[in-house]
């Protein structure tokens, strides 16, 4: 059995005539099959060499793609089993594989998901999904182009950008900015029959947040910085972003967005402090918020590097040590990890330092929880258990260890994050969409509009309160 441990390999307590003990040859056997299993089945990875970390991360990887090619849904590329976001946040972390090892053999995987995916509006809001998606779905795909082109992925000739393709998604995230309640801030949900709809989250606005920063970047167009701005200065209002560097998971509108839900999540962190990063670069580190917001927030990171671990090891403290994580949070670790990993390079270095160290013994946790499966191979979620696999296996486990190998990676492999003026080969189309209205600026909301959406809204309610009337009718 994969799971056969040393611990395990032990005789049963019975009361004999003392004699001399002589190791029987079954019992020296036992000993030396649970040595070899236990250190087969587990991925070593070494945090200072390059060719164990690209071996480690290799085999992560193929294990992942194994869960995404035997999914239900293989016949629609880039589309999970009951998720749709996860498949974005997959090609964002193959796509820093890819950059980090040279690995071409998912590439084309990638490819065919990301554009099948992209909508008809190029902004990766595809109509299949569209009534169900939040902001925080969609932009975890607009984090995903923008990655493919700071890092010069492959794009194929008779398809967008993948800056364009970001650029889409923040123009089409953007005009959703709500006045209404909370002086802004971007909703959970887009529709109002969804349960979050009256929300506002850290990773939709954190999310949106940091695609601005890094498009500003990337373009130098000054409309990305100052949403971006925008945004952070908003959250700074809300429990979203406090003083104290303690962020809210939510908040409401209800509340005029002073009550708070804490739940505190590494992916809500991750995304404000990379953010806050990539703007410090921007900004030449001219503003000190950004660096001090970066600094603020990886010290109150130090949350999720519990005892457990020897406070060395990344946790999702809010559902880690009670066994409750579900899908989409045992994958926030790559988040935390990757985005750090990166932004470590454009920040100074004393600024990320302590959280890169801790990211190499986070790694070997996390490779040494790699031996399950059939394979032996197949990663749990729960790093701080070390070499005793916590019996899960899933994509987004696979996920979670090959982030934290990529960020161990960046130091060793990585060349820097391009951008247009060093070296960037993917174009900015700053209306990012099929449209050919020329304006690099995102059109004002008018009251017209929002009457506009708010009859569009009232009609789709009535549709779907009717259809499901006809259903309800019809079935008796």
Same mark, same amino acid.
């Given at each position: 059995?994969?799971?056969?441990?040393?611990?395990?390999?032990?005789?049963?307590?019975?009361?004999?005539?003392?004699?001399?003990?002589?190791?029987?040859?079954?019992?020296?056997?036992?000993?030396?099959?649970?040595?070899?299993?236990?250190?087969?089945?587990?991925?070593?990875?070494?945090?200072?060499?390059?060719?164990?970390?690209?071996?480690?991360?290799?085999?992560?990887?193929?294990?992942?793609?194994?869960?995404?090619?035997?999914?239900?849904?293989?016949?629609?590329?880039?589309?999970?089993?009951?998720?749709?976001?996860?498949?974005?946040?997959?090609?964002?972390?193959?796509?820093?594989?890819?950059?980090?090892?040279?690995?071409?053999?998912?590439?084309?995987?990638?490819?065919?998901?990301?554009?099948?995916?992209?909508?008809?509006?190029?902004?990766?809001?595809?109509?299949?999904?569209?009534?169900?998606?939040?902001?925080?779905?969609?932009?975890?795909?607009?984090?995903?182009?923008?990655?493919?082109?700071?890092?010069?992925?492959?794009?194929?000739?008779?398809?967008?950008?993948?800056?364009?393709?970001?650029?889409?998604?923040?123009?089409?995230?953007?005009?959703?900015?709500?006045?209404?309640?909370?002086?802004?801030?971007?909703?959970?949900?887009?529709?109002?029959?969804?349960?979050?709809?009256?929300?506002?989250?850290?990773?939709?606005?954190?999310?949106?947040?940091?695609?601005?920063?890094?498009?500003?970047?990337?373009?130098?167009?000054?409309?990305?910085?100052?949403?971006?701005?925008?945004?952070?200065?908003?959250?700074?209002?809300?429990?979203?972003?406090?003083?104290?560097?303690?962020?809210?998971?939510?908040?409401?509108?209800?509340?005029?967005?002073?009550?708070?839900?804490?739940?505190?999540?590494?992916?809500?962190?991750?995304?404000?402090?990379?953010?806050?990063?990539?703007?410090?670069?921007?900004?030449?580190?001219?503003?000190?918020?950004?660096?001090?917001?970066?600094?603020?927030?990886?010290?109150?990171?130090?949350?999720?590097?519990?005892?457990?671990?020897?406070?060395?090891?990344?946790?999702?403290?809010?559902?880690?040590?009670?066994?409750?994580?579900?899908?989409?949070?045992?994958?926030?670790?790559?988040?935390?990890?990757?985005?750090?990993?990166?932004?470590?390079?454009?920040?100074?270095?004393?600024?990320?330092?302590?959280?890169?160290?801790?990211?190499?013994?986070?790694?070997?946790?996390?490779?040494?929880?790699?031996?399950?499966?059939?394979?032996?191979?197949?990663?749990?979620?729960?790093?701080?258990?070390?070499?005793?696999?916590?019996?899960?296996?899933?994509?987004?486990?696979?996920?979670?260890?090959? @982030?934290? !190998?990529?960020? /161990?990676? &960046?130091? %060793?492999?990585?060349?820097?994050?391009?951008?247009?003026?060093? $070296? =960037?080969?993917?174009?900015?189309?700053?209306?990012?969409?099929?449209?050919?209205?020329?304006?690099?600026?995102?059109?004002?909301?008018?009251?017209?509009?929002?009457?506009?959406? @708010?009859? !569009?809204?009232? /009609?789709? &309610?009535? %549709?779907?309160?009717?259809?499901?009337?006809?259903?309800?009718? $019809? =079935?008796?």
């Amino acid at each position: 059995m994969h799971f056969l441990r040393c611990l395990r390999c032990r005789l049963p307590l019975r009361s004999y005539p003392m004699r001399p003990v002589m190791p029987s040859r079954w019992l020296l056997t036992t000993l030396l099959v649970c040595l070899l299993v236990q250190n087969v089945l587990a991925i070593d990875v070494n945090p200072e060499d390059e060719t164990s970390l690209k071996a480690a991360a290799k085999t992560v990887a193929s294990t992942m793609m194994d869960f995404y090619n035997d999914r239900d849904s293989k016949d629609i590329p880039g589309k999970m089993d009951d998720t749709w976001w996860e498949g974005g946040s997959m090609f964002m972390t193959l796509i820093q594989y890819w950059y980090l090892t040279g690995d071409t053999q998912f590439n084309d995987a990638i490819q065919e998901g990301m554009y099948w995916q992209k909508g008809d509006e190029n902004n990766f809001f595809p109509s299949n999904y569209s009534q169900y998606l939040g902001n925080d779905d969609q932009v975890f795909w607009g984090l995903a182009a923008i990655t493919a082109g700071e890092l010069n992925f492959p794009e194929r000739e008779d398809e967008p950008s993948w800056i364009s393709l970001a650029e889409g998604v923040f123009n089409g995230q953007v005009p959703r900015w709500d006045m209404t309640a909370c002086g802004g801030g971007l909703r959970w949900q887009i529709w109002p029959y969804q349960d979050g709809y009256n929300m506002k989250n850290a990773i939709s606005n954190g999310g949106l947040f940091q695609l601005s920063a890094r498009l500003a970047l990337y373009t130098k167009n000054a409309t990305y910085a100052e949403w971006a701005e925008k945004i952070w200065d908003w959250s700074a209002t809300t429990p979203l972003l406090r003083k104290t560097w303690v962020i809210a998971d939510s908040t409401t509108n209800a509340a005029s967005c002073e009550d708070h839900g804490d739940h505190q999540w590494t992916y809500n962190y991750a995304t404000y402090i990379s953010g806050a990063g990539y703007m410090y670069n921007y900004t030449n580190g001219t503003e000190s918020k950004w660096l001090e917001g970066v600094t603020g927030l990886i010290n109150t990171s130090d949350q999720f590097f519990p005892a457990s671990g020897s406070n060395q090891i990344i946790s999702d403290i809010t559902c880690e040590p009670s066994n409750q994580c579900d899908r989409n949070q045992k994958t926030f670790k790559a988040y935390f990890t990757s985005w750090l990993g990166f932004m470590s390079l454009i920040v100074p270095t004393n600024t990320t330092a302590e959280v890169m160290a801790r990211f190499k013994t986070s790694a070997i946790a996390a490779g040494q929880q790699c031996s399950g499966g059939s394979d032996g191979n197949q990663c749990g979620v729960r790093w701080t258990k070390k070499t005793e696999w916590d019996g899960t296996t899933g994509l987004e486990q696979q996920m979670s260890v090959l @982030g934290v !190998l990529n960020a /161990v990676m &960046v130091p %060793l492999a990585a060349q820097g994050i391009y951008s247009l003026d060093n $070296g =960037g080969t993917s174009k900015s189309d700053p209306h990012g969409s099929t449209s050919t209205e020329d304006s690099s600026t995102p059109a004002p909301i008018t009251t017209g509009d929002r009457v506009g959406a @708010g009859i !569009l809204t009232g /009609v789709f &309610v009535l %549709l779907l309160i009717g259809t499901m009337s006809w259903m309800l009718i $019809g =079935g008796e």
